[in-house]
Protein backbone atom coordinates (compact mmCIF):
# COMPACT_ATOMS: atom_id res chain seq x y z
CA UNK A 1 0.00 0.00 0.00
CA UNK A 2 0.71 3.35 -0.97
CA UNK A 3 0.70 6.69 1.93
CA UNK A 4 1.98 10.09 1.25
CA UNK A 5 5.24 11.72 2.09
CA UNK A 6 3.03 13.78 4.02
CA UNK A 7 1.07 11.47 6.08
CA UNK A 8 4.90 9.15 6.56
CA UNK A 9 6.93 12.78 7.80
CA UNK A 10 4.52 13.37 10.45
CA UNK A 11 5.45 11.82 13.99
CA UNK A 12 3.11 10.47 16.70
CA UNK A 13 2.35 12.78 19.06
CA UNK A 14 5.34 12.21 21.88
CA UNK A 15 2.73 13.04 24.51
CA UNK A 16 0.69 10.37 23.44
CA UNK A 17 2.61 7.59 22.04
CA UNK A 18 3.21 6.01 25.55
CA UNK A 19 -0.42 5.29 25.85
CA UNK A 20 -0.95 1.86 25.20
CA UNK A 21 1.90 1.19 28.00
CA UNK A 22 -0.09 3.05 30.35
CA UNK A 23 -3.14 1.45 29.41
CA UNK A 24 -1.26 -1.98 29.95
CA UNK A 25 -0.41 -0.80 33.75
CA UNK A 26 -3.75 0.05 34.41
CA UNK A 27 -4.74 -3.45 33.35
CA UNK A 28 -2.09 -4.82 35.45
CA UNK A 29 -3.74 -3.25 38.42
CA UNK A 30 -1.29 0.08 38.70
CA UNK A 31 -2.56 2.78 39.54
CA UNK A 32 -0.73 5.36 36.96
CA UNK A 33 -0.48 9.08 37.88
CA UNK A 34 -0.83 10.50 34.59
CA UNK A 35 1.65 14.13 33.70
CA UNK A 36 1.62 13.32 30.63
CA UNK A 37 -0.30 15.52 29.01
CA UNK A 38 -2.41 18.89 29.73
CA UNK A 39 -6.29 17.86 30.52
CA UNK A 40 -7.11 20.28 33.11
CA UNK A 41 -8.98 17.74 36.50
CA UNK A 42 -10.41 21.43 37.41
CA UNK A 43 -14.36 20.92 36.68
CA UNK A 44 -16.03 22.45 33.44
CA UNK A 45 -18.34 25.55 34.67
CA UNK A 46 -21.82 24.31 35.05
CA UNK A 47 -23.51 26.85 32.91
CA UNK A 48 -21.82 24.86 30.04
CA UNK A 49 -23.48 22.12 30.61
CA UNK A 50 -26.90 23.94 31.59
CA UNK A 51 -26.89 25.77 28.54
CA UNK A 52 -26.91 22.58 26.69
CA UNK A 53 -29.29 20.69 28.55
CA UNK A 54 -31.60 24.10 28.14
CA UNK A 55 -31.10 23.96 23.98
CA UNK A 56 -34.85 23.21 22.94
CA UNK A 57 -34.51 23.08 19.22
CA UNK A 58 -36.01 19.81 17.74
CA UNK A 59 -33.34 19.67 14.54
CA UNK A 60 -29.43 19.88 15.41
CA UNK A 61 -28.47 22.21 12.45
CA UNK A 62 -25.37 23.09 11.09
CA UNK A 63 -24.10 26.53 11.99
CA UNK A 64 -22.41 29.48 10.17
CA UNK A 65 -19.61 28.15 8.85
CA UNK A 66 -17.84 31.57 10.70
CA UNK A 67 -19.29 29.94 14.06
CA UNK A 68 -22.80 30.99 15.91
CA UNK A 69 -23.51 34.78 16.56
CA UNK A 70 -23.51 34.52 20.04
CA UNK A 71 -20.64 32.78 20.28
CA UNK A 72 -18.76 35.61 18.47
CA UNK A 73 -20.57 38.39 20.50
CA UNK A 74 -19.58 36.61 23.51
CA UNK A 75 -16.01 36.06 22.63
CA UNK A 76 -15.95 39.78 21.65
CA UNK A 77 -17.03 41.20 25.01
CA UNK A 78 -14.51 38.38 26.64
CA UNK A 79 -11.76 40.46 24.60
CA UNK A 80 -12.86 43.53 25.57
CA UNK A 81 -12.20 43.23 29.14
CA UNK A 82 -9.01 42.07 28.23
CA UNK A 83 -9.02 45.67 26.44
CA UNK A 84 -8.62 43.92 23.03
CA UNK A 85 -11.23 44.65 20.55
CA UNK A 86 -12.82 42.73 17.85
CA UNK A 87 -15.44 43.48 15.37
CA UNK A 88 -17.54 40.09 13.99
CA UNK A 89 -15.86 39.91 10.78
CA UNK A 90 -12.71 39.17 12.74
CA UNK A 91 -13.28 36.26 14.50
CA UNK A 92 -13.62 32.90 12.93
CA UNK A 93 -14.75 29.24 15.06
CA UNK A 94 -12.40 26.32 15.44
CA UNK A 95 -12.55 23.17 16.65
CA UNK A 96 -10.15 23.61 18.93
CA UNK A 97 -7.04 26.10 18.54
CA UNK A 98 -5.81 23.18 17.07
CA UNK A 99 -7.63 23.67 13.59
CA UNK A 100 -6.94 27.49 14.06
CA UNK A 101 -3.42 26.59 13.98
CA UNK A 102 -3.86 24.49 10.41
CA UNK A 103 -5.84 27.08 9.16
CA UNK A 104 -3.63 29.74 10.10
CA UNK A 105 -0.61 28.19 8.45
CA UNK A 106 -2.67 27.05 5.09
CA UNK A 107 -3.64 30.63 4.72
CA UNK A 108 -0.48 32.87 4.67
CA UNK A 109 1.98 29.63 3.73
CA UNK A 110 2.50 27.82 0.29
CA UNK A 111 4.70 24.26 0.53
CA UNK A 112 8.08 24.51 1.64
CA UNK A 113 7.07 28.27 2.98
CA UNK A 114 8.82 28.54 6.66
CA UNK A 115 7.65 29.19 10.38
CA UNK A 116 10.16 30.31 12.81
CA UNK A 117 8.98 28.89 16.21
CA UNK A 118 11.28 29.30 19.53
CA UNK A 119 12.20 25.79 20.65
CA UNK A 120 10.95 23.82 22.85
CA UNK A 121 7.95 24.34 21.64
CA UNK A 122 4.08 22.73 21.72
CA UNK A 123 4.91 19.36 20.04
CA UNK A 124 1.49 19.41 17.30
CA UNK A 125 3.30 22.81 16.23
CA UNK A 126 5.00 20.18 14.32
CA UNK A 127 2.14 18.14 12.88
CA UNK A 128 0.25 20.99 11.57
CA UNK A 129 2.99 22.31 10.02
CA UNK A 130 3.72 18.89 8.41
CA UNK A 131 -0.11 18.47 7.54
CA UNK A 132 0.66 21.72 5.52
CA UNK A 133 3.85 21.22 4.07
CA UNK A 134 5.16 24.01 5.86
CA UNK A 135 9.16 23.94 7.21
CA UNK A 136 9.37 24.78 10.79
CA UNK A 137 12.74 26.85 11.67
CA UNK A 138 13.92 26.83 14.87
CA UNK A 139 15.69 29.35 17.09
CA UNK A 140 16.81 27.68 20.89
CA UNK A 141 15.54 28.83 23.95
CA UNK A 142 17.21 27.80 27.12
CA UNK A 143 16.34 26.57 30.70
CA UNK A 144 18.80 28.30 32.02
CA UNK A 145 17.16 31.78 30.43
CA UNK A 146 14.04 30.43 32.06
CA UNK A 147 13.59 29.66 28.07
CA UNK A 148 13.16 33.73 27.54
CA UNK A 149 14.03 34.68 24.12
CA UNK A 150 17.23 35.30 22.49
CA UNK A 151 18.44 38.19 21.30
CA UNK A 152 16.94 39.88 18.45
CA UNK A 153 19.68 39.24 15.93
CA UNK A 154 19.53 35.49 16.99
CA UNK A 155 15.92 35.60 15.57
CA UNK A 156 17.05 37.25 12.40
CA UNK A 157 19.41 35.08 11.31
CA UNK A 158 16.65 32.67 11.01
CA UNK A 159 14.45 34.43 8.80
CA UNK A 160 14.90 33.94 5.15
CA UNK A 161 12.91 34.90 1.71
CA UNK A 162 10.60 31.64 2.76
CA UNK A 163 9.72 32.82 5.97
CA UNK A 164 6.16 34.07 6.82
CA UNK A 165 5.26 33.85 10.13
CA UNK A 166 7.07 33.53 14.22
CA UNK A 167 4.73 30.81 15.80
CA UNK A 168 4.54 31.90 19.29
CA UNK A 169 2.94 30.57 22.65
CA UNK A 170 2.31 33.07 25.44
CA UNK A 171 2.58 31.74 27.97
CA UNK A 172 4.34 28.56 26.60
CA UNK A 173 3.63 25.33 26.46
CA UNK A 174 5.80 22.87 27.13
CA UNK A 175 8.02 25.60 29.17
CA UNK A 176 6.06 27.62 31.38
CA UNK A 177 7.26 30.87 29.98
CA UNK A 178 5.58 34.25 30.09
CA UNK A 179 7.17 36.65 27.68
CA UNK A 180 7.72 40.32 28.76
CA UNK A 181 6.60 43.41 26.98
CA UNK A 182 9.75 44.05 25.75
CA UNK A 183 9.99 40.51 24.09
CA UNK A 184 6.64 40.81 22.39
CA UNK A 185 7.67 44.32 21.31
CA UNK A 186 11.08 42.81 20.03
CA UNK A 187 8.56 39.97 17.94
CA UNK A 188 6.17 42.83 16.46
CA UNK A 189 9.38 44.74 15.00
CA UNK A 190 10.99 42.06 13.51
CA UNK A 191 7.51 41.23 12.27
CA UNK A 192 7.00 44.62 10.87
CA UNK A 193 10.44 44.84 9.10
CA UNK A 194 10.89 41.80 7.65
CA UNK A 195 6.70 41.96 6.33
CA UNK A 196 5.45 38.67 8.19
CA UNK A 197 3.04 37.77 10.33
CA UNK A 198 3.44 37.02 13.94
CA UNK A 199 0.92 34.11 15.02
CA UNK A 200 0.20 34.42 18.76
CA UNK A 201 -1.02 31.35 20.42
CA UNK A 202 -2.69 32.59 23.81
CA UNK A 203 -4.76 29.85 24.80
CA UNK A 204 -2.96 29.59 28.47
CA UNK A 205 -3.54 33.67 28.61
CA UNK A 206 -5.05 33.43 32.24
CA UNK A 207 -2.67 30.85 33.86
CA UNK A 208 0.08 33.52 34.79
CA UNK A 209 2.09 33.31 38.36
CA UNK A 210 3.90 35.75 40.34
CA UNK A 211 1.78 38.83 40.00
CA UNK A 212 3.05 39.04 36.26
CA UNK A 213 1.64 41.43 34.19
CA UNK A 214 0.86 39.99 31.09
CA UNK A 215 1.40 41.35 27.33
CA UNK A 216 -0.79 39.94 24.27
CA UNK A 217 0.79 40.28 20.90
CA UNK A 218 -2.91 42.31 20.05
CA UNK A 219 -1.51 45.49 22.90
CA UNK A 220 1.17 45.36 19.77
CA UNK A 221 -1.09 48.26 17.83
CA UNK A 222 1.32 49.39 15.37
CA UNK A 223 1.35 45.53 14.09
CA UNK A 224 -2.33 44.27 13.95
CA UNK A 225 -2.41 43.47 10.81
CA UNK A 226 -0.28 41.19 10.97
CA UNK A 227 -1.25 39.15 14.47
CA UNK A 228 -3.01 35.87 13.91
CA UNK A 229 -4.30 34.74 16.93
CA UNK A 230 -5.10 31.46 18.48
CA UNK A 231 -7.42 31.06 21.37
CA UNK A 232 -9.60 28.05 22.57
CA UNK A 233 -11.75 27.40 25.87
CA UNK A 234 -10.01 24.11 26.11
CA UNK A 235 -7.84 25.08 29.19
CA UNK A 236 -9.29 28.84 30.32
CA UNK A 237 -12.78 26.61 30.79
CA UNK A 238 -11.16 23.19 31.14
CA UNK A 239 -13.35 22.13 28.54
CA UNK A 240 -10.95 20.60 26.53
CA UNK A 241 -13.70 18.41 25.00
CA UNK A 242 -15.97 20.94 23.75
CA UNK A 243 -13.54 21.14 20.97
CA UNK A 244 -14.44 25.36 20.51
CA UNK A 245 -11.06 27.80 19.90
CA UNK A 246 -10.83 30.28 17.27
CA UNK A 247 -8.55 32.71 15.04
CA UNK A 248 -8.84 35.86 15.12
CA UNK A 249 -7.23 38.67 13.48
CA UNK A 250 -7.69 42.39 13.14
CA UNK A 251 -6.66 41.65 9.24
CA UNK A 252 -10.17 41.60 7.49
CA UNK A 253 -8.83 39.82 4.49
CA UNK A 254 -7.02 37.47 5.74
CA UNK A 255 -9.84 36.29 8.22
CA UNK A 256 -11.91 36.32 5.08
CA UNK A 257 -9.64 33.96 3.32
CA UNK A 258 -9.50 31.24 6.07
CA UNK A 259 -13.66 31.59 5.92
CA UNK A 260 -12.85 29.78 2.69
CA UNK A 261 -11.57 26.79 4.82
CA UNK A 262 -14.27 27.25 7.61
CA UNK A 263 -16.47 26.49 4.64
CA UNK A 264 -15.00 23.35 3.38
CA UNK A 265 -15.69 21.91 6.82
CA UNK A 266 -19.11 23.48 7.08
CA UNK A 267 -19.34 24.46 10.96
CA UNK A 268 -18.07 23.74 14.28
CA UNK A 269 -20.10 21.19 16.41
CA UNK A 270 -23.41 23.29 17.16
CA UNK A 271 -24.20 21.81 20.72
CA UNK A 272 -20.95 22.70 21.35
CA UNK A 273 -20.97 26.62 20.43
CA UNK A 274 -24.08 26.99 22.46
CA UNK A 275 -22.50 25.45 25.71
CA UNK A 276 -19.11 27.66 25.13
CA UNK A 277 -21.44 31.00 24.55
CA UNK A 278 -22.65 30.75 28.29
CA UNK A 279 -18.82 30.50 29.24
CA UNK A 280 -18.67 34.21 29.34
CA UNK A 281 -21.05 34.44 32.38
CA UNK A 282 -18.55 32.42 34.37
CA UNK A 283 -18.07 34.30 38.05
CA UNK A 284 -14.61 36.41 37.85
CA UNK A 285 -13.97 34.36 40.70
CA UNK A 286 -13.94 30.93 39.06
CA UNK A 287 -10.48 32.64 37.36
CA UNK A 288 -9.11 33.53 40.35
CA UNK A 289 -9.60 30.57 42.23
CA UNK A 290 -8.43 28.25 39.39
CA UNK A 291 -4.76 30.22 39.14
CA UNK A 292 -3.74 29.94 42.68
CA UNK A 293 -5.18 26.15 42.72
CA UNK A 294 -2.46 25.83 39.62
CA UNK A 295 0.19 28.75 41.03
CA UNK A 296 0.11 26.33 44.64
CA UNK A 297 0.53 22.85 42.33
CA UNK A 298 3.63 24.80 40.33
CA UNK A 299 5.22 25.45 43.96
CA UNK A 300 4.79 22.44 44.92
CA UNK A 301 5.78 20.43 42.09
CA UNK A 302 8.89 22.50 41.92
CA UNK A 303 9.90 22.39 45.37
CA UNK A 304 9.50 18.36 45.05
CA UNK A 305 11.38 18.21 41.76
CA UNK A 306 14.28 20.43 42.93
CA UNK A 307 15.17 18.20 45.70
CA UNK A 308 15.70 15.05 43.53
CA UNK A 309 19.33 14.72 43.04
CA UNK A 310 20.42 15.48 39.35
CA UNK A 311 17.14 17.17 38.15
CA UNK A 312 17.78 20.26 36.66
CA UNK A 313 14.36 22.44 36.27
CA UNK A 314 13.55 26.21 36.22
CA UNK A 315 10.39 27.40 37.92
CA UNK A 316 7.82 28.27 34.95
CA UNK A 317 5.69 31.31 35.58
CA UNK A 318 2.61 30.36 33.51
CA UNK A 319 0.54 27.63 32.09
CA UNK A 320 0.60 24.06 33.63
CA UNK A 321 4.02 22.72 32.07
CA UNK A 322 7.62 22.27 33.35
CA UNK A 323 10.85 20.67 31.53
CA UNK A 324 12.79 18.74 33.50
CA UNK A 325 16.20 17.59 32.66
CA UNK A 326 17.10 14.16 34.64
CA UNK A 327 20.12 12.72 35.37
CA UNK A 328 20.05 9.70 32.56
CA UNK A 329 20.66 9.62 28.65
CA UNK A 330 17.39 8.52 27.11
CA UNK A 331 14.74 10.13 28.75
CA UNK A 332 11.81 8.33 26.31
CA UNK A 333 13.70 4.76 27.26
CA UNK A 334 13.05 6.12 30.61
CA UNK A 335 9.24 7.22 30.47
CA UNK A 336 8.39 3.82 28.98
CA UNK A 337 10.32 1.61 31.63
CA UNK A 338 8.12 3.81 34.03
CA UNK A 339 5.27 2.38 32.81
CA UNK A 340 6.25 -1.22 31.90
CA UNK A 341 8.85 -2.72 34.09
CA UNK A 342 8.78 0.00 37.89
CA UNK A 343 5.87 0.25 40.26
CA UNK A 344 6.11 2.07 43.76
CA UNK A 345 3.18 0.50 46.02
CA UNK A 346 1.69 -0.47 42.59
CA UNK A 347 1.90 2.93 41.45
CA UNK A 348 3.74 4.85 38.55
CA UNK A 349 4.35 7.71 36.85
CA UNK A 350 3.86 8.70 33.18
CA UNK A 351 5.72 11.71 31.86
CA UNK A 352 5.86 12.96 28.32
CA UNK A 353 9.65 12.68 26.53
CA UNK A 354 10.87 16.13 25.73
CA UNK A 355 12.45 15.39 22.56
CA UNK A 356 9.31 16.04 20.44
CA UNK A 357 9.06 19.39 21.81
CA UNK A 358 12.73 20.14 19.89
CA UNK A 359 12.94 20.10 16.04
CA UNK A 360 16.51 20.29 16.16
CA UNK A 361 17.87 16.12 16.18
CA UNK A 362 19.15 15.63 19.47
CA UNK A 363 17.93 18.34 21.52
CA UNK A 364 15.72 16.92 24.54
CA UNK A 365 16.99 13.67 24.25
CA UNK A 366 17.53 13.35 28.55
CA UNK A 367 14.50 15.84 29.55
CA UNK A 368 10.86 14.96 29.61
CA UNK A 369 7.84 17.75 30.21
CA UNK A 370 5.60 17.31 33.40
CA UNK A 371 1.74 19.05 33.04
CA UNK A 372 0.39 19.99 36.95
CA UNK A 373 -3.05 18.54 36.19
CA UNK A 374 -3.18 16.38 39.20
CA UNK A 375 -4.20 17.60 42.52
CA UNK A 376 -1.76 18.78 44.87
CA UNK A 377 -1.22 15.68 46.99
CA UNK A 378 -1.41 13.23 44.13
CA UNK A 379 1.18 15.79 42.62
CA UNK A 380 3.66 15.12 45.97
CA UNK A 381 3.19 11.22 45.84
CA UNK A 382 3.71 11.41 41.94
CA UNK A 383 7.48 13.15 42.56
CA UNK A 384 8.38 10.65 45.39
CA UNK A 385 7.49 8.00 43.21
CA UNK A 386 9.48 10.04 40.03
CA UNK A 387 12.39 10.36 42.59
CA UNK A 388 12.32 6.36 43.51
CA UNK A 389 12.47 5.46 39.79
CA UNK A 390 15.34 7.49 38.77
CA UNK A 391 17.08 5.90 41.49
CA UNK A 392 16.24 2.32 40.20
CA UNK A 393 16.66 3.19 36.46
CA UNK A 394 20.33 4.55 37.41
CA UNK A 395 21.48 1.63 39.11
CA UNK A 396 20.36 -1.14 36.23
CA UNK A 397 21.46 1.37 33.25
C1 LIG B 1 -0.01 25.85 23.14
C2 LIG B 1 -1.23 25.12 22.71
N1 LIG B 1 -1.89 25.57 21.64
C3 LIG B 1 -2.99 24.95 21.20
C4 LIG B 1 -3.48 23.82 21.83
C5 LIG B 1 -4.67 23.16 21.25
O1 LIG B 1 -5.74 23.13 22.10
P1 LIG B 1 -7.23 22.85 21.63
O2 LIG B 1 -7.20 22.32 20.25
O3 LIG B 1 -7.77 21.89 22.62
O4 LIG B 1 -7.90 24.18 21.71
C6 LIG B 1 -2.82 23.30 22.95
C7 LIG B 1 -3.27 22.08 23.62
O5 LIG B 1 -2.66 21.52 24.49
C8 LIG B 1 -1.66 23.96 23.41
O6 LIG B 1 -0.97 23.54 24.45
Redesign the pocket.
Known sequence: MIFSERIKSMQFSPIRKLMPYANDAVLKGKKVFRLNI?QPDIETPELFFKSIANFKETVLKYTNSQGMDILIDSFIKYYKEWDINFEKDEILIT???????LFAMMAICDIDDEIIIPEPF?T?YNGFSEAAGVKVVPFLTKAEDGFHLPKKEEILKKITPKTKAILI?NP??PTGVVYTYYEIRMLSDIAKERDIYLIA?E??REFIYDNLKYTSALYMTDILDRVIL?D????RYSA?GA???LVASKNKELINQILKLCQSRLCVPTLEQVGAASLINTPKEYFSRVTKEYENRRNILYDNLSVIPGVICEKPTG?FYVIVKLPIEDAEHFSKWMLTDFEYDNKTVMVAPAEGFYATPSLGKNEIRISYCINSNELKEAMMILSKGLEKYKSIF
Open positions: GNGGSEALYNSGNDVYISISKCRIGA
